[in-house]
């Protein structure tokens, strides 16, 4: 007689900074009556892309530190005294001098990452957790048996594995769509070892974000050198074989992302925030949408009345268009390294006196606490936040490292690196022979087609259409659903739809709805059917695939809050 196996099968795909945090949750739940299957497809956990070499090169840097970390197994201020020794000769690092409110190598942090992983791992042993790893496994397909209520997993080498609970954790995804096939044309800085190299000619960068500052310190380092000069100040000089080599930065904005500085409190928290009941009361009232204006108010401008009167003061009858025009006022009538250089010196007094730039870091909260509930606004309310607000955030909250803020500085001086304004309707075009046509209007509004030999594409993370779901029989058996909001009021979607028929649909009940990136999920991150059904075996924490639907996810904070959501539902408890 077979005796049923009544330990939940859990797989988690992907061993990255996801798959860690659903691991931690699991192993620290208090009980063991599951198992856990991790399927990575690279050969240590922990990293993920971001902190391996997949991500980085020795000079890339994190753009938090220690303090910042949301807790694993240890903090890295401990971890390092157990660190391999020539991982810290690497990058001069000296336990003893250690500190937990600087940045630190994104390399070295991967390393950490794997050692909480390793941490965790005898941690479930000990508490007769059984988990299996395997290494240097892709996962190829994922697929639902409705009859059985069971995922079934298939891998590179064609076997198929059953679970009754499976998380998909595989992270950063760039789709190659011409390199490779266009000579010179990059669809992303990673894995940066490719743009280690030596360039004679001006380079076109797409995007002024974190993404395009990797690549910039990665070509730097390979066409010139970095020195201090006797005012410690840094300064950059090209090296005798990349005379004619520069850095063209195409920026949307025309501005570059502010300078990290000292966060009051480094987890995205506040106590002030709304909490659930609260926006569910709202919900309830507004027809079940969640408004945006109800958020900035509650969520961004009141708690100001206490924490900054002066500012509140300031901005107290603003709306969220009002508030932008103030705030990117001064963004826009200087020069952006002017700025930049003015950022630097702030944040600089910022961190040394462990003082907040106290509006900066509450942006940063609000878009952390708005994106879990966004699924909830209108489409006028989510046209209003794409278009509005997330250009500000997405410029505040970059959080860039004093370090490479210097280098920035230090190349603009030299002449190397310049910034070009371009439009919304800018267009990249590659060429037959190699290159790129960059097309756009300039400051006068006149018509500019640039040719680049080089071009790299570094807008960062790109959110990734429903259509480009990895995981076909899914999507061929409709088991997810395109994410999609639904307009307040048929003007607007009417109005919408006349305008950009492919981004609105219409139902057969005359409901307009606006279609966003990615895949539609409920509150538990759980995959939506055709049907409105979520799949409660089935959840999502790959950003690539539910961009539209969660427009801000904030790294590792992003996933300790998504991993405790899922991980609750997974085991049915209410406290973890």
Request: net charge negative.
């Amino acid at each position: 007689m077979d005796i049923k196996n009544t330990k939940k099968r859990i797989a988690i795909l992907g061993g990255g900074p996801s798959g860690l945090f659903v691991y931690k949750r699991l192993v620290e739940s208090g009980s063991n009556d599951f198992e856990v299957t991790i399927f990575e497809r690279k050969k240590e956990l922990g990293s993920g892309m971001p902190y391996s070499a997949e991500g980085s090169n020795v000079e890339h840097i994190t753009n938090v530190s220690d303090n910042e970390v949301p807790h694993i197994a240890s903090t890295m201020s401990e971890w390092i005294y157990s660190a391999p020794a020539d991982l810290l000769q690497t990058f001069n690092i000296k336990p003893d001098e250690f500190n937990e409110y600087k940045v630190v190598p994104r390399l070295l942090f991967g390393s950490y990452l794997s050692a909480q992983f390793d941490i965790l791992r005898k941690t479930g042993m000990e508490a007769n957790i059984s988990t299996t790893v395997h290494f240097e496994s892709t996962v190829t397909d994922v697929s639902y048996d409705i009859k059985k209520e069971a995922v079934k997993v298939e891998t590179t080498n064609r076997d198929i594995h059953e679970f009754d609970y499976a998380v998909i954790c595989t992270g950063h995804n760039w789709p190659i769509r011409y390199e490779g096939k266009v000579p010179g044309y990059y669809d992303a800085p990673y894995p940066p070892v490719k743009l280690a190299k030596h360039f004679n000619h001006p380079i076109a960068v797409k995007g002024s974000s974190l993404t395009a500052i990797d690549a910039i310190r990665t070509l730097a380092r390979n066409n010139g050198l970095f020195e201090k000069g006797a005012d410690d100040t840094l300064h950059f000089k090209l090296n005798p074989e990349s005379a004619d080599f520069k850095i063209m930065m195409h920026s949307r904005s025309g501005m570059l992302p502010a300078v990290r500085f000292h966060l009051e409190d480094s987890h995205l928290s506040n106590s002030s925030l709304l909490v659930k009941e609260e926006i569910e009361q709202h919900r309830k009232s507004n027809n079940g949408f969640l408004s945006l204006d109800f958020i900035f108010e509650k969520d961004f401008k009141a708690i100001f009345r206490e924490k900054d009167p002066e500012f509140y003061q300031r901005i107290k009858d603003f709306s969220i268009e009002d508030f932008v025009t103030d705030m990117m006022e001064l963004r826009e009538r200087l020069d952006p390294f002017q700025l930049l250089k003015a950022e630097y010196v702030q944040a600089e007094k910022s961190i040394k006196r462990q003082e907040s730039i106290y509006w900066k870091e509450m942006l940063a909260v609000l878009s952390f606490a708005m994106n879990h509930p966004a699924k909830y606004f209108s489409a006028e309310d989510m046209q209003r936040l794409q278009k509005v607000l997330m250009p500000l955030i997405s410029i505040v909250i970059a959080f860039v490292p004093q370090k490479s803020c210097e280098e920035l500085l230090a190349l603009h001086q030299a002449g190397v690196l310049d910034l070009v304004p371009v439009g919304d309707d800018s267009t990249v075009e590659p060429q037959h022979g190699g290159g790129v046509l960059y097309n756009f209007k300039d400051g006068d509004n006149n018509d500019r087609s640039d040719y680049y030999k080089t071009f790299v594409d570094c807008v960062g993370q790109p959110h990734l259409s429903y259509e480009d779901f990895p995981f076909k029989s899914l999507l061929n058996h409709r088991a997810i659903s395109p994410a999609r909001l639904k307009f307040k009021t048929s003007e607007a979607g009417q109005t919408a739809f006349t305008a950009d028929p492919d981004k609105v649909d219409q139902d057969e009940h005359g409901d307009f709805f606006l279609k966003v990136s990615g895949i539609a999920i409920n509150d538990n991150f759980q995959i939506i059917d055709q049907y409105g059904a979520y799949n409660k075996n089935l959840y999502i924490m790959a950003v690539p695939y539910i961009g539209g639907l969660n427009p801000d996810y904030s790294g590792l904070d992003f996933c300790e809050a998504a991993s405790l959501l899922i991980v609750k539902d997974i085991l049915g408890t209410s406290s973890l």
